[in-house]
């Protein structure tokens, strides 16, 4: 028996990254997968296609995830169109990172909606759904700086922390309804997120993680494969780093 079989999962910036072996890894564990992202390119059709070959349900819908009226038909419409939503990761996220002496507002109201606001939206709108059915797992894409805090990173650490905060109150608001909500706070993972930080920094980061490699989207999936599936069943409000040790 899969992990997911049966299940229904709604996995939010799974063009790519994090968010793409997320999708890959409920598919082979037998859930029928409805992905988002931005922009109709490559990735966003090459996914689909691959989750077919899993013999699962799958379906990509191009949403930004920080526009709520959007956010709420979206999820609607995956509803009607799969029978139920069990499983929600709000995995889309962006960095601008800058000292905050040359941080713009532009910049730090950009991080807050996508990555913050993007959390509420979809969880408010899963959640009517969630509530029907009494069940439900959600699962919010945190960081390990939003535990820590990091330099260079004010806005995006402050959206991390927020989602924190989130997770912790939803498990309580929602608990009653058998509708779990964890917090993942991924490391150093190796993405197109991390490749844009110049060579010297990266490394320097590595050296301090004491598993001595950073990690791999598998690595990140295979967490919300235990906190999507029944595994988990007793497990909410929690948030579980995925650091090779980085964050103790
Ligand atoms: P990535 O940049 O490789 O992928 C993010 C995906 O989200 C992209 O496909 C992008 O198009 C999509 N996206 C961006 N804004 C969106 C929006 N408004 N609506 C819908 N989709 C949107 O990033 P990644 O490294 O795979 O990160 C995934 C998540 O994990 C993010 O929330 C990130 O903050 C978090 N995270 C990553 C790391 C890391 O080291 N890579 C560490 C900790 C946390």
């Known amino acids: 028996m899969k992990l997911l079989e049966g ?6 910036g799974a063009a790519r990254g994090i968010g793409r072996a997320i999708a890959i890894a409920y598919a082979k564990e037998g859930a029928n997968v409805a992905f988002t992202d931005m ?20 379906k990509g819908y191009i ?19 799969f029978g139920k939503i069990d499983i929600l990761v709000n995995n889309a996220g962006i960095t601008r990172d800058t000292l905050l002496m040359r941080m713009t507002e532009e910049q730090w109201d950009l991080v807050i909606r ?16 969630m509530l029907k059915q009494k069940n439900g797992s959600i699962i919010n894409m945190s960081s390990v700086v939003g535990v820590s805090g990091n330099a260079g990173q004010s806005n995006y650490s402050a959206s991390k922390a927020g989602i924190i905060g989130f997770t912790k109150s939803i498990a309580r608001e929602l608990g009653s309804r058998n509708i779990r909500c964890n917090a993942i706070a991924p ?15 990266r490394d320097e980061w590595v050296k301090r993680i004491p598993l001595q490699r950073g ?12 906190l999507g599936s029944e595994l ?17």
């Open 187 to 201: 490391g150093f993972i190796i993405t197109e997120m991390t490749h844009k930080l110049p060579d010297d920094i």
């Open 63 to 81: 949403s930004d995830a920080s526009n709520f009226e959007s956010s709420q038909k979206m999820v609607d419409d995956i509803n009607a169109e």
């Open 7 to 12: 299940k229904t999962g709604l996995i939010t």
């Open 215 to 226: 990690g791999t989207p598998d690595d990140v999936a295979n967490a919300c494969i235990f």
């Open 232 to 248: 988990s069943s007793y497990v909410s409000g929690q948030v579980l780093n995925v650091c090779g040790a980085m964050n103790t």
């Open 39 to 58: 922009a109709d390119d490559d990735n966003f059709k090459s996914l689909e296609k691959e989750l077919l070959a899993f013999g699962v349900k799958a």
């Open 114 to 129: 996508v990555n913050l606001k993007s959390v509420f939206n979809l969880t408010k709108a899963v959640q009517k759904y």
